[in-house]
């Protein structure tokens, strides 16, 4: 397991390399009062130190192979949590800028989608039963190790909507998605919440909030929100996911 914690990134006790340590510590800026960064959660979660971060060193299948490990053992660790929101770990994967980087928006997507195709593959653990696999429908969500996962896809390369932009280095932000769920899910006091997340993604971005934003308890299509455009244009497109087929198919 080589998940490095954020009170190690911030004394200096990690053993991390000098674009490690830069491209961490460059993600907590983004977060850390006064940015006024939109997502409160995430501000509550570095300012009790809960981060959790991999790094991925380069696109080499070896190297997508050991990152696949770090979020394995991330799955494993958030099976123990306790179900306070206080308590919750996103995961930041972090990629070296120096190997992993694009001019566009849309080329860092087509980089994440490969990344998660690759974990997909690599997946030890059947497809959950009560997930669909179709990434076009409603109730689709990545899963690794038997658990749904969110993933937050932000780059450098986005000018207008800030909110997806933590630094020099490509990030995922990812976290079961349960826990969405619990602080945010389709009932009146999720609703309000997200209503409130909206309000500051309008005001941090100076534009209104991407139309791809959903709930997935409400059957809205998940896989546009990992990776969104930097206008409001409409969501369109099929996702890049291609599912394994299940064993024992005879497909």
Known sequence: MTLTAQTKVESDAGDLTPWQQAAARGFLERLRMPTNFPCFFSQNACRRGRILFAFVDSLAPEELARAADDLGAYVRRSREWDGDVATAEPLVVLFDPAAVAADTVEAYHDIGWKVLQA??????????????????????????????????????????RRSRNLGRAFAFIVNPRERFDIVAGDNPRG??????????????????????????EAGEIEWWQYGLAETNAAPSGTCPMRMR?????GQ
């Open 119 to 160: 974990w997909h593959d690599l997946d030890p653990a059947a497809w959950p039963d009560e997930v669909s696999r179709v990434p076009s429908s409603p109730f689709w969500t990545m899963c690794f190790a038997g658990m749904q996962l969110f993933v937050n896809m932000s780059n450098p390369a986005h000018r207008i």
């Open 191 to 216: 609703r309000a919440v997200r209503e409130r997340l909206r309000k500051r993604i309008h005001a941090y971005d100076g534009l209104p909030h991407s139309p791809a934003l959903g709930s997935f």
């Open 245 to 249: 087929k299940p064993a024992g198919s």
